[in-house]
């Protein structure tokens, strides 16, 4: 049982005893209006008693509605106890009305106190009354009566003590079971919530390390075509001198990307599974950067548009993540445009690099700038892929603390704007 509960339950009790303080007094003035001979002879003292009784527990009663307490409960019961013997002794004893009220003292003694205080006060209240009943007789009372009364209630108020110390006893260990019951229900379900957590987040950590080797796999297919398509043609002998030294280029390019890739896949293996991998900061330069993504994108000669600015600028950033990046927003680009020019744009100042990616595809439509960088949505006539791509940038673009934007350009098509703070080389 907890402080509050015990409160209440005392503060209840408390009420209880009251009330039927009050009751009870009442009840005797009431039987001495109606028949003063229950007074013996003594109605004047009987009669200031009661009022001294009823002012008496008027008084506990106004106090405990107001929130005070005038006197212990124990203290309470103890006066209580005197009143009623005095009340017995003054109206004939064992032929007392007041005698009634002797097994409710008792009762309440037994209630506040446990068992063994509920007892020992009922002991000592009939040794009491039967001091009451022997002193308080009427003239002509034999003592053979009175003392039998005074044993007779005596055994009576031990019994009465004895029955109440057992269910109070018994109630105590119903509220006990009931609050152990309650206790291990709490606990249960804390468990079972401990557990549910524990679930959501392996479930979690799971999804993510499927994220990441999704993500990993889509990257290889960009750079493992171009490798298709430049050894092909290089084992053909189908390309120029000048060709040939470009392809050889572009393969030392992809080779050490595939190689940042399969660090990034390592990474999977042994860590949360984040798609984007760990932080590999180096010096990149801005412009051989753009002409290895738009190479990577696959976008030919005459359909790419390069400018940056300063042409040497030179930042320290993670390599394979800002050409992953930008990879694949060229790659996008490229896609949705068909024969038309991709524009790739890359500015720094101040370590902020604002990068554009333009294209003449047929753009977004109205409300969808934010649903395409979702992870499996595929728009367009990629509807039906795995949609992975705008979906890598979204994360990548996080992970970098950067922001992207995607907005429809005059004229038609698509403008991808992405601002990345990087740091100066």
């Known amino acids: 049982m907890t402080t509050d509960e015990r409160a209440a339950l005392e503060s209840l009790e408390e009420r209880t005893a009251e009330v039927i303080r009050l009751l009870v007094v009442v009840s005797v003035g009431l039987a001495l209006l109606i028949d003063p001979e229950l007074a013996h002879g003594r109605i004047v003292v009987v009669a200031t008693l009661v009022a001294v009784t009823f002012g008496y527990a008027l008084a506990l009663a106004v106090a405990d509605r107001q929130g005070r307490r005038l006197l212990p409960p124990a203290v309470a019961t103890g006066i209580d106890s005197v009143l009623v013997l005095v009340g017995c002794g003054l109206t004939g004893g064992a032929d007392s009305i007041m005698v009634a009220a002797l097994p409710l003292v008792v009762i309440a003694a037994a209630v506040r106190g446990g068992a063994v205080?509920?007892?020992?006060?009922?002991?000592?209240?009939?040794?009491?009354?039967?001091?009451?009943?022997?002193?308080?007789?009427?003239?002509?009372?034999?003592?053979?009566?009175?003392?039998?009364?005074?044993?007779?209630?005596?055994?009576?108020?031990?019994?009465?003590?004895?029955?109440?110390?057992v269910l109070?006893?018994?109630?105590?260990?119903?509220?006990?079971?009931?609050?152990?019951?309650?206790?291990r229900a709490a606990a249960e379900h804390e468990a079972l919530m401990a557990e549910r957590d524990l679930r959501e987040r392996l479930f979690q950590a799971q999804q993510a390390r499927m994220d990441g080797v999704r993500v990993v796999l889509h990257e290889f297919r960009t750079p493992v075509a171009s490798l298709t398509a430049l050894s092909a043609d290089l084992a053909a002998g189908r390309l120029s001198e000048p060709a040939r030294c470009t392809a050889v280029t572009l393969l030392a390019q992809h080779a050490v990307h595939l190689r940042d890739m399969l660090d990034g896949l390592a990474d999977v293996a042994v860590t949360s599974g984040s798609p984007i991998g760990r932080v590999r900061e180096r010096p990149v330069r801005l412009a051989e950067l753009a002409e290895a993504v738009v190479d990577a994108a696959g976008v030919a000669p005459q359909r790419r548009t390069m400018c940056v600015e300063p042409?040497?600028?030179?930042?320290?950033?993670?390599?394979?993540?800002?050409r992953r990046l930008l990879t694949n927003l060229v790659e996008n680009a490229a896609r949705h445009s068909g024969d038309a020019p991709v524009e790739l744009d890359l500015r720094y100042s101040d370590e902020l690099l604002v990068v554009e990616v333009r294209d003449r595809g047929p753009g977004l439509p109205p409300g969808q700038e934010g649903l395409v960088t979702e992870k499996g949505v595929a728009l367009g006539e990629r509807r039906g892929t795995a949609g992975l791509g705008l979906?890598?940038?979204?994360?990548?673009?996080?992970?970098?603390?950067?922001r992207l934007t995607l907005h429809p350009r005059d004229g038609g098509g698509l403008i991808a704007h992405l601002e990345l703070p990087v740091p100066a080389a």
């Open 168 to 183: 109070v006893k018994l109630l105590e260990r119903q509220a006990a079971a009931a609050a152990t019951a309650r206790a």
């Open 117 to 165: 205080i509920g007892r020992l006060a009922a002991l000592v209240v009939g040794i009491g009354f039967t001091a009451a009943a022997v002193l308080g007789a009427d003239p002509g009372t034999h003592p053979r009566d009175a003392w039998f009364a005074g044993a007779w209630w005596t055994g009576f108020l031990v019994a009465a003590a004895v029955l109440v110390g």
């Open 391 to 402: 979906w890598i940038v979204e994360r990548l673009v996080e992970a970098m603390q950067g």
């Open 311 to 322: 042409a040497d600028a030179t930042v320290r950033t993670d390599p394979q993540r800002l």
